[in-house]
């Protein structure tokens, strides 16, 4: 690929999600990274297949920045960038919550996934005695499911944790939020999504016409540990959030970074696979995109992420906000 191609395309792109994300919902929090540079997309070539890595400077053979010493990197950043749109050809990238999928190809071979392995976890009885109304009742066994959690029931006795981190939210909710596990701060105060992250997801859910009480957030696991990663503790927490959702009974279901992606929808595709894409979650629409803290770190993909938004704005009759719905 020509790299100069490469680059222009990476920053028409990054500019299209910034304006778009600015003029739709009044966000003006977009920050520009302070390694940013603007390249010098007159020099350098990168001849087919020879794309360098993310991260890794491109060889002086291959291109030329007789400029700033940093355009060159940040010229073969852009150009990896550019490169992960293609699907890839063989195995399937694993990458750390939050982040995007950095799996990329030179051949543009067609690779179908296998079918797709279906959660099949087993709610928790519930033996709610409250009244009233179904709102008042799902509250209450909401209630009653995280009182029924004990202090280390869903992980190792020598679990670090402070608090237990259960779901919150409106107890009928339409629109549901799952992301992979609470960070330090929810550690501390027992509440989800109270971070930085947190406040670009109410400032998302609010650019859909929406507050944050009238969705439900919750986790994959209800914990903070420093001693456990994050996958061996899923299947002790899938029961649980099989209940969760069996309550609040929402609409639609949007999964936030991969791992949750790849939870809720069975499938082990590399996450530019799933996001944006409709699944099924025994028969709630699931849509992936991207976590809050990847956009901390990659403001340019929140064009992205309000595409994926207004798709949920469609699926439930929520119109622009400021307008009728339709």
Known sequence: MNTPHAAFAALVAAARGAIEWHLETGDLSLTVPEEFALPNIGTGVITDGETPEAGQEASPSTTQSPGDPNQAALIAKLAAVAAETK???????????????????????????PEPVRPNWQPVLIDSQVGGSEMAQRAGSLQTLKDQIGAHSLCAPHCDHTELVFGHGHPGARVLFIADSPGPREDSIGLPFVDDAGVLLGKMIRAMGLKRNDTYL??????????????????????????????????VIVTLGELAARRLTGREDAFPHLRGKWFDYE???VLPTFHPQALLQHPQ??????????????QIGLGAPGQASS
């Open 218 to 251: 919750t986790y994959l696991v209800k914990c903070y540990s420093t001693v456990l990663d994050i996958e061996s503790r899923l299947d002790a927490s899938a029961s649980i959030l099989a209940t969760e959702i069996g309550i609040v009974k929402p609409e």
């Open 301 to 314: 993909s929140k064009g992205q992420v309000w595409t994926d938004l207004k798709a949920v704005m469609r």
């Open 283 to 285: 028969g709630i629409p």
């Open 87 to 113: 699907p890839p050809a063989r195995s399937i990238a694993r990458t750390t919550p939050g982040q995007t999928s950095s799996a990329t190809s030179t051949a543009d071979v067609v690779v179908h996934s």
